[in-house]
């Protein structure tokens, strides 16, 4: 599980600095291919959300968030961990597109972004 939440996290921290990348392919990519993008960035926090619902479907028994965490504590970690990184990678995804997007329809009220 160690390999798994080392490999998630790295993951992120890779997407997290391949922002300027994606910035720059922005403005000639596809805009489904960057919605999926920034949809995959929220699948741990989901996962996270879900994971009493997950155990319920699979063992049939309900538990709350409290007893998973005691009991699964390697893999409430490592999904934390993800979840955090990802939340973060895909609200910056998410402003810039949003940034971008107001960029096209009104460039000037655009540059008032900066002053926020």
Not at 5 to 33: A, K, N
């Amino acid at each position: 599980m160690v390999f798994i939440t080392l490999g998630c996290v790295s993951l992120e921290i890779h997407r997290f600095l391949g922002v300027p990348r994606w910035r720059q392919r922005l403005q000639t990519g596809m805009r489904w291919r960057q919605l999926l993008g920034i949809l995959v960035s929220f699948l741990p926090l989901i996962i996270l959300l879900m994971l009493p619902q997950i155990v319920l479907w699979s063992s049939g028994r309900v538990f709350s968030y409290l007893i998973l965490f005691k009991s699964m504590l390697d893999i409430t970690i490592g999904l934390t961990l993800c979840a955090v990184l990802g939340f973060i990678n895909g609200i910056t995804r998410t402003l810039a597109l949003w940034r971008q997007l107001c960029w096209r329809i009104a460039p000037a009220a655009a540059l008032n972004l900066h002053d926020i």
